[in-house]
């Protein structure tokens, strides 16, 4: 059994690459988002997430297999690419958080009725191609002002915008979504105000 430097590191690039692929480059995307660099286009990976977990699950019993399950290459390597693998859905669940609590009550309420209630904006947003993207989506949303909570649904390429009521119109929206990306077909299917009670 070999177990030279070189070696080593070739089988830690294959866990990278297989888990970064697994991911539809997730990851990367969202390092491209600290960046305030655009959405990346890593969508045409997504369909082929089966294929690239069946590799990394391959990789994996591979290196069970030649190393032991014991191994500390075993266990860096199943680390890695489950890791990379499981992070859309980490970035998912961060997307799809719930409505932050500090927000719905800390914001200055313009009048006595902007105080209890919120305006909720339902939208189609087409050309969403991954989570990553859906994260940067959902960051510019929440960096709008007065903006209480938005999450971006990257599935049925959806998101859900809540403001204090009477500020902004349906075109404002569609603007904040041209300005992130002109890709983005935005259409707002839905407008409505709740009370923040309903919201909770
Ligand atoms: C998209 O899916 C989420 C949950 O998966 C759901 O809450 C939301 O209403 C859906 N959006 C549309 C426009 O159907
Ligand atoms: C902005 C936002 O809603 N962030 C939340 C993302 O999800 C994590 C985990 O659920 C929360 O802790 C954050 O507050």
Redesign the pocket.
């Known amino acids: 059994m070999k177990s030279g430097g070189g070696s080593l590191k070739i089988s830690y690039f294959w866990a990278t690459l297989c888990g970064l692929l697994s991911s539809s480059c997730c990851i990367i995307q969202l390092i491209l988002n600290m960046f305030s660099i655009g959405c990346a286009g890593f969508s045409l990976l997504t369909p082929y997430r089966p294929v690239f977990l069946s590799f990394t699950a391959i990789l994996i019993i591979t290196t069970i297999f030649q190393y032991g399950v014991r191994s500390k290459r075993t266990l860096v390597t199943v680390l890695i690419s489950i890791l990379l693998c499981t992070s859309p859905e980490f970035v998912s669940?961060?997307n799809q958080?719930?409505i932050?609590m500090t927000r719905l009550f800390s914001t200055v309420p313009l009048s006595d009725h902007s105080n209890k209630q919120v305006e909720i904006f339902i939208l189609q947003i087409n050309g969403i191609s991954c989570e990553g993207c859906a994260n940067r989506i959902k960051n510019n949303f929440?960096a709008q002002l007065h903006v209480i909570?938005s999450k971006v649904y990257f599935e049925n390429q959806s998101a859900i915008i809540g403001t204090l009521p009477g500020i902004y119109e349906a075109n404002d929206i569609l603007t904040w979504v041209k300005m992130i990306d002109f890709k983005y077909e935005g259409k707002v299917i839905q407008q409505y105000i709740v009370s923040k009670e309903d919201l909770l």
């Open positions: 669940f961060y958080s719930n932050s929440d909570y």
